[in-house]
């Protein structure tokens, strides 16, 4: 299986456990594949599902895919505009980042989310109560070099096509409402920001929040997995043996190499949670 990257980078995407998601969902049939929090879309992307609908609270992920979705976003146009950028950033050694910064906060150009994406520190997707973006420069003022630029530019296109490809529907909108929308015969995968771990995502994440995740799934009747962390070196997610308790889990080994600093960087035990059997 090929995994095909987003060009959009956060902490938590899942790109290295696609596979594993993958194989607990490749015998299930259903209408609708439903994300509730797509984040970057690694997920839906690479399972491609026929029938999609992918919602975030975050507006600048939605608003990102569907202008590439509508074509309003080209591979060309991200290469023309990054190159542009890039010599800016360049030739400022660095400052010229946090215009963008500026910029991006007071008209949310879906170009210059994804320059803050790939040139803000370690990759980090943060937002203040504001909605601000606030993730400081990765100090790199080479950062796109042509290289990272035709990356980028092929994991658009790579994107467009499965986009085009498929039958997608990329909404933003709190987690609650769609879980009333969800019919029986849909599938529904939940990777919401993890409890019991600093959040600081795009919305913080509350005990009553897993809590209305869970009722919502349990009472929609239809089949879904989410994933969320069982252990680190630190501590165990008890939520999984309170709120959770009733559902099927399988774990896996994982590492994060997003973090504030090296020393939070550990391995983590992954958790899939499902009212279906797992692998």
């Given at each position: 299986m090929k995994i095909f990257v987003p060009p959009i980078k956060s902490q938590g995407i899942k790109t290295k456990l696609v596979k594993w998601i993958s194989s607990n969902v490749e015998n299930i049939e259903y209408d609708n594949w439903i994300e509730p929090f797509m984040g970057t879309g690694v997920v839906a992307f690479n399972i491609r599902p026929k029938r999609a609908i992918l919602c975030?609270?975050?507006?600048?992920?939605?608003?990102?895919?569907?202008?590439?979705?509508?074509?309003?976003?080209?591979?060309?146009?991200?290469?023309?505009?990054?190159?542009?950028?890039g010599q800016k950033l360049l030739s400022s050694d660095g400052d010229y980042y946090y215009e963008v910064r500026n910029r991006?906060?007071?008209?949310?150009?879906?170009?210059?989310?994804?320059?803050?994406?790939?040139?803000?520190?370690?990759?980090?997707m943060r937002f203040n109560k504001k909605g601000g973006?606030?993730?400081?420069?990765?100090?790199?003022?080479?950062?796109?070099?042509?290289?990272?630029?035709?990356?980028?530019?092929?994991?658009?296109?790579?994107?467009?096509?499965?986009?085009?490809?498929?039958n997608y529907t990329f909404k933003n909108q709190d987690f609650q409402i769609i879980l009333k929308e969800i019919q029986q015969n849909d599938l529904v995968y939940?990777?919401?920001?993890?409890?019991?771990?600093?959040?600081?995502?795009?919305?913080?994440?509350?005990?009553?929040?897993?809590?209305?995740?869970?009722?919502?799934?349990?009472?929609?009747?239809?089949?879904?997995?989410?994933?969320?962390?069982?252990?680190?070196?630190?501590?165990?997610?008890?939520?999984?043996?309170?709120?959770?308790?009733?559902?099927?889990?399988?774990t896996k080994e994982h590492f994060y190499h997003v973090g504030g600093k090296v020393i939070n960087r550990n391995a983590v035990y992954e958790a899939l949670l499902s009212n279906v059997m797992l692998k």
């Open positions: 975030d609270s975050n507006p600048h992920l939605i608003r990102f895919y569907n202008a590439i979705k509508n074509k309003e976003i080209t591979s060309g146009l991200v290469r023309k505009y990054l190159t542009k950028e991006f906060n007071e008209n949310g150009n879906p170009l210059d989310f994804i320059f803050l994406s790939r040139s803000c520190f370690n990759g980090m973006f606030n993730v400081p420069f990765c100090k790199k003022p080479n950062r796109f070099a042509p290289a990272l630029i035709t990356k980028i530019t092929n994991q658009v296109e790579n994107i467009s096509k499965i986009i085009q490809q498929g939940c990777d919401p920001p993890y409890i019991g771990r600093h959040v600081d995502y795009f919305d913080s994440w509350s005990e009553e929040e897993e809590i209305i995740l869970r009722n919502g799934l349990i009472n929609s009747g239809t089949k879904f997995i989410l994933s969320t962390w069982l252990s680190n070196k630190y501590r165990t997610n008890e939520y999984i043996f309170s709120i959770w308790k009733d559902c099927n889990v399988a």
